[in-house]
């Protein structure tokens, strides 16, 4: 009888899940609510980039075209995945495990700010850590985790190519270098307030030139052709 009760739930249970309890879970239907299509001006863009590939090569496209995607949602759906797919004629899943692989690509919603702190070795020994600290502990966040106003997302990532510059943190787009705790408030600061601040080195360096000051390329470069050798008189076959 036990063994009749169970079977009967199971069948019971195995029904909702593919009408969703009166709701048919289809994922044909799901991905008809969810749907993605790029704006006209994203069209554009699409359009603009894939000239530059022969149509059997439009697979190379993939990876700016997801960016382009992400960009206009604010993150990758699987139905926006879905339709770069398309667009490049490739399968899905292929398209999708690229979107999983890149750290670049967020496959959930994402704050409107995503502050991507670098851990790596010479960030590390320059107090890379204690940035990364202080983040967690100013946005009462953990890495991958996002604050309930959809403000902030925070990452520990790595190795972001500035390491002269280290510690050094991203901004979405924007690098902020040389950073101390004294600074990181700023700029957090700011972005509370919906201000993006100037990006690159916090602490006076134009680039990423030594902290005392230039080194090397001191005078003015000389002139064209300098040291270099006499052309012969075409007359003569002589060097003036």
């Not at 699987?78 to 999983?100: D, G, N, R, Y």
């Not at 851990?119 to 020994?125: A, F, G, N, W, Y």
């Not at 030594?210 to 050798?229: A, D, S, V, W």
Request: proline share 8%; charged share 25%; hydrophobic share 35%.
């Amino acid at each position: 009888m036990q063994r009749l009760l169970r079977g009967i739930r199971t069948i019971h249970l195995a029904s909702l899940l593919r009408t969703g309890g009166g709701v048919q879970m289809d994922a044909c239907v799901m991905r008809e609510k969810l749907k993605f299509e790029f704006s006209e001006d994203n069209q554009r863009r699409v359009k603009a980039l894939l000239a530059w590939y022969p149509e059997a090569e439009w697979k190379g496209a993939l990876l700016p075209l997801l960016d382009i995607a992400q960009r206009q949602q604010g993150w990758l759906s699987i139905s926006a995945v879905h339709a770069v797919a398309e667009i490049i004629k490739i399968e899905p899943m292929k398209a999708f495990e690229a979107a999983q692989f890149y750290t670049m690509f967020f496959m959930k919603p994402r704050g409107k700010y995503v502050v991507s702190v670098c851990t790596s070795t010479p960030c590390k020994l320059r107090g890379g850590d204690e940035i990364f600290e202080a983040c967690k502990k100013t946005l009462n966040l953990e890495h991958g985790q996002t604050t309930p106003d959809m403000q902030f997302t925070l990452k520990e990532d790595s190795c972001m190519g500035a390491c002269v510059n280290a510690p050094v943190l991203a901004v979405n787009d924007d690098m902020y270098e040389d950073l101390d705790e004294q600074s990181l408030d700023h700029i957090l600061a700011d972005l509370r307030c919906d201000k993006l601040p100037p990006a690159g080195p916090q602490n006076g360096r134009y680039a990423s030139e030594p902290k005392g000051g230039p080194t090397t390329l001191k005078i003015q470069p000389p002139p064209p052709g300098f040291m270099m050798q006499e052309l012969p008189d075409p007359k003569t076959k002589k060097c003036p």
